[in-house]
């Protein structure tokens, strides 16, 4: 019965989609306000409805329903409930469903929130929200239907996979889909208004947030993301390059690019068409980034391998969509007045070079994710991995973070390099010092640049706050501030792992003690222990630094046994200088076991500093939307005063 | 900003603009190209890499079958030597490190390293089965059955 509901519930959201888009249209031509009128409950409508039809799906999940075939692929009635819940959404069908569920709401709350565009212009923007939507219900409906049931009920479930049993990993999926919807929103906004003709610097501002939004959900995913791979597939990396981690940095960085030059256009009104495109662009990645995990047209851990019809679906939408909004935008663009002028020398003009920059990265990235695929199509097999991307992003990198540097000192409109060189030298200072010590150090190129580039960018991140008073400063510039330091920190943190950390692999008897950078670790015992759904051998480690008191490690090798596998478990010492990382191998001859301990000094960083861009991003999103307030109130405050006085005179 | 610049018709700074930005686009693009070429891992199976070695030194990637009772672990406990085979060739691979949980002797698995002058392959990383979701994406096709016609589609 539960599962009948969400599918009714799914079906009459999707038909208000394509009421949404047809009436969207159609009001959007006219000048009938009975159509126009049914546009925004439609969309709130739509939203209610998609929101209860993912509730039936986790409650299913809750209750471990066998007679559901999803449930009974991805579930297991012994597992924990956290991960039961997870589980809704840890698979193809269920992620689609969440996806089309945040966009409802999203779609939702621009119908009952946005008051700031021109009332055409709103409804081109949700006609075109209900169009996307509508590909992705027709997608679940006829593909991939979340709520099918078995013929007969499932004895017991497959399971979950148990490496995606992790707590950070079961919110990762969601964290990152909000981020894809939010470019979704930005999208719509867009295509809105580049049909209604009216980009303006309040188009800007009422896209700004949910650019915002989703590049802050994007951040924190990503860096989570990061992490979960660094502790738990156990090989002391953080960053693979795998297709699929590429899959979230792609629309990160069309929609870091996107978040500036909505600032400049919202500012200064300048960036009109730039701004737009980079609007379909970030989009675009997120299809891409769908398409690729989803189709299983990679296989990595988090992939599902599944049939090819999926892909298809997901490839002709994203040519529905992309070719759409690009074709509609060749026609248009012409038609976008050219915006306010700047020098290059400028805010604005550091901006555009930022913006430059970021999308050659992205250029990067992207042809090294397909490369391998369009290759395989030819029959040769190959790999792409650091070796093309370190090298090859950094060459676009180091600009960027020069710029980065030097952009916030800039003045609006027209600056001359001369007024800004002060903070500039002081930071250059710092990053030659960094740059001698860390050749002194005897490391590789890109770590002495990273370390050399961080140091100097911190300073120069924080210098713009030099003379101004603190209290009064506006949340976004601390938002800035913060972000940018964010980055260096960051940076710091990935040159200080690559250039200095110590690898230890060795085969210890209990009792032996053997050693990594500064740490003494003696192997003191290994015994089994069992969890919910699995068993395992835990050593015990005793990890001394530089001869101080002792702390206790305990790695895992977990067998799972629903579904039979075998994962490892590391065990992490965090200090304020680094972390010490170990993980317990396979049973070695002579009662001997393989460990493996690594030292990675300021690792921590990485994640810090995502940390921080994340955070920076939120006071922005925070300042922005407290002045959206403020100026809507005094707006109705003078309209009420130009009322007061009409009234006297008449 | 000189003269000249704030001569530029507004026209032309959009222009220039858009010019700029592809230029470096392209640019990219170009780089990128060249930089595939020359740095993409080539995936081998054993039958090519004997008959056409990479240069020593150059990362790829070793995919097979680990012959059966060819695993030896090394005196240190933490070294391994093993054989990937493919019915018609055989590698040695040299791996030091903790193995992944699946990898066992006849079965499938990704070695990424290097080949040595001496004919032995040096891995860094292995890549084995994990489970029917993790599957790395050269050894999909790489049951026994499928070995040969794949030895056939990429040795052309």
Redesign the interface.
Known sequence: MIAELGLAALWMAAALAALQLVSGVLAARSDNLEIAATVRPAAVMQGVLCAFSFAMLVWLFARTDLSVKLVAANSHSLKPMIYKLAGSWGNHEGSMLLWVTVMGAAGGLIALLERRLPERTMQATLATQGFVALGFYAFLLFSSNPFERLPMPAVEGNGL?P?LQDIGLAFHPPTLYLGYVGLSVAFSFAVGALVTRAVTPDFARAMRPWVLGAWIFLTVGITAGSYWAYYEL??GGWWFWDPVENASLMPWLAATALLHSVSVLAARDALR??TIMLGVVAFSMSMVGTFLVRSGI????HA??VDPERGTFILVLLAIYIGGALAVFGLRAGTIS?GE?F???SREGAL?VN???L???L??VL??TL??LL?EAF???????P??FD??GA??VVPMLLVMAAGPFLRWR?D?VGRVQKPLILAGVVAIAAFVAAIASGIGVLPILGLALGAGLAVASVLPLRGRNLRRLPLATWGMVIAHLGIALSLLGMASDSAYSLEK???VAVGDVTGVGPWQIQLAAVEPVSGPNWTALEANLLASYRGGEPITLAPQ?RSFWQ??????ESALATRWNGQLYA?L??A???G?W?V?LWWKPFVTLIWLGGMMIALGGLLALLGRLRDDLRRRTVQRKAAERRADRAELTA | ?TAA??R?A??H??LA?VV??LV??I???V???W??RS?????YVPSQIVKDPPAAGH?V?LGGMVETGSLV?RE???TIDFVVGDGTARVPVRY????P??FVEGSGVVA?GRMQANGTFFAD?LLAK?????????L?DMTAAQKKAMVA??T?
């Open positions: 996979n490496l156990g090989w068409a730039w990679l296989t990595s851990v599902f391998a050219e002028r020098a290059l020398v555009v913006n430059v920059l999308s050659a990265i250029g990067v042809l090294g490369y391998p290759t029959g040769v097999r190959v790999s792409v991995g070796p093309y090298p090859v060459l676009f027209r001359r692999l060795a085969a090798a579904p039979v596998q075998e994962t490892t993980v191998g396979k070695a001859e002579g001997r393989q493996r | 900003m610049e704030r530029l507004p026209k700074q959009r603009l700029g930005a470096v686009l640019f990219a693009a780089l990128a190209t930089a595939l740095q993409a891992s080539l995936f990362a990637r672990t240190d406990g933490v030091s490190g903790i193995v949980d699946l990424e990383t994990h489970d029917e979701n993790y599957v790395p994406r050269e999909e589609e990429t052309r």
